[in-house]
């Protein structure tokens, strides 16, 4: 049964987002725009045939954007998310999801080429915790080293400055005086950063490929523990074959706080990387290979986690996607990956 009836609910789930659906004057993916202000969005939905846990139904990620361009001194942003909602679960019991503010700031344009950031935003530190839309990534399953291992939501103040050609870098620096705005519930991550300053540059290698570097120091809220981590992101295109892959390394210090007693530190590094090769078959068919190793500072073994994929792209702003992971090793303590099956539908709208 759990292999007969979920994939034909995941088709139903299709069916609402395809072309035919679309309403007259609007584009899907295109969003609403109304003068100087807009609303869009995107939503995922997935199957997650873990090998050690009943089969379930997610809606994994409901997001809403809002924002005007207004101008030089109000340019807002705002995204809201229903996350980790399971809507169908193996053996009974729906698992409620949590409403988050991802995002939500102002920018005010300094001058032509520089940008003040104010307010919390996604922290640039690498390529995909900046490509946030699930329909934007080629996995379903975000790998350790994009994301988990550091502060990926800055709440402060952040500096952009781009040379106004797309040949030459972009510098982006921020700094996060405190703890972040709209905390995430303890359900949906289990690492909080106070007091995190870093920067990112940017470096264009052609229209499509680039390379990136990162730093960024604060404290682990859990722990008491400071850290100082450094970054390495880019990508290559050869032919219908994609390269890419980032890499962290990150060195804590200092003494664990009473309450951690049951917490130890196995290293005083943390690292990860990942490599990913996607082929294009076709225009809409990808074949996708991924592996990670990331060695989380408190666990003993490195996790080892390989990734097999096929996604299938109807149109621009839809994407189905079929996954298979094999996870060896110890999963990271802060966000596990486990062996199982994975498929997802997901659009901008």
């Known amino acids: 049964m759990r292999y007969t009836l979920l994939p034909f609910l995941f088709f139903q789930f299709g069916l609402i987002f395809s ?32 090998f050690d846990a009943p089969t379930r139904l997610d809606l994994d990620d409901l ?62 530190l690498g390529n995909w915790n900046l490509v946030h839309a699930a329909p934007l990534i080629p996995l379903i399953t975000r790998p350790y080293s994009t994301g988990r291992g550091f ?36 359900t949906q991550t289990l690492r909080n950063f106070n007091n995190v300053s870093g920067g990112h540059i940017n470096i264009p290698l052609s229209l499509i490929e680039k390379i990136g570097v990162s730093f960024q120091s604060g404290q682990l809220e859990e ?69 990670e190793y990331y060695q989380d500072h408190l666990t003993d073994i490195p996790s080892r986690s390989t990734s097999v994929a096929v996604n299938y792209k109807p149109s621009a702003p839809m994407i189905w996607k079929l996954e298979y992971i094999h996870q060896a090793g110890e999963s990271a303590s802060f966000a596990p990956i486990h062996t199982g099956l994975k498929a997802s539908f997901s659009t901008l709208f």
Not at 37 to 44: E, I, Q, R, T
Not at 151 to 164: N, P, R, V
Not at 176 to 183: A, H, I, M, Q, S
């Open 19 to 50: 072309p035919a659906s679309r309403a007259d004057g609007y584009e899907l993916g295109q969003g609403w725009h109304s003068g100087n202000y807009f609303l869009s969005g995107y939503a995922n939905i997935e199957i997650v045939d873990r």
């Open 63 to 124: 997001s809403l954007f809002a924002g005007g361009r207004v101008n030089q001194w109000f340019n807002h942003f705002t995204e809201v998310e229903l996350s980790k909602h399971t809507l169908i679960q193996q053996g009974g019991g729906a698992v409620h999801g949590d409403v988050i503010v991802e995002r939500f700031y102002n920018d005010v344009i300094v001058f032509e080429h520089d940008t003040l950031r104010v307010g919390k935003t996604l922290t640039p």
């Open 151 to 186: 502060d990926a939501y800055t709440s402060g103040i952040g500096w952009l400055h781009d040379f106004g050609d797309v040949a030459t870098a972009d510098i982006h620096l921020y700094w996060e005086p405190g703890r972040e705005l709209f905390k995430r519930p303890s």
């Open 223 to 291: 722990t008491g523990e400071t850290y100082t981590l450094y970054g390495f992101s880019g990508n290559k295109v050869l032919g219908k074959l994609k390269l890419e892959s980032e890499a962290i390394t990150a060195r804590f210090s200092g003494a664990l706080l009473p309450a951690t007693s049951t917490i130890t530190r196995f290293h005083d590094n943390e690292s990860g990387i990942f490599g990913l090769a996607d082929y294009a078959f076709t225009s809409q068919w990808h074949g996708i290979l991924e592996g």
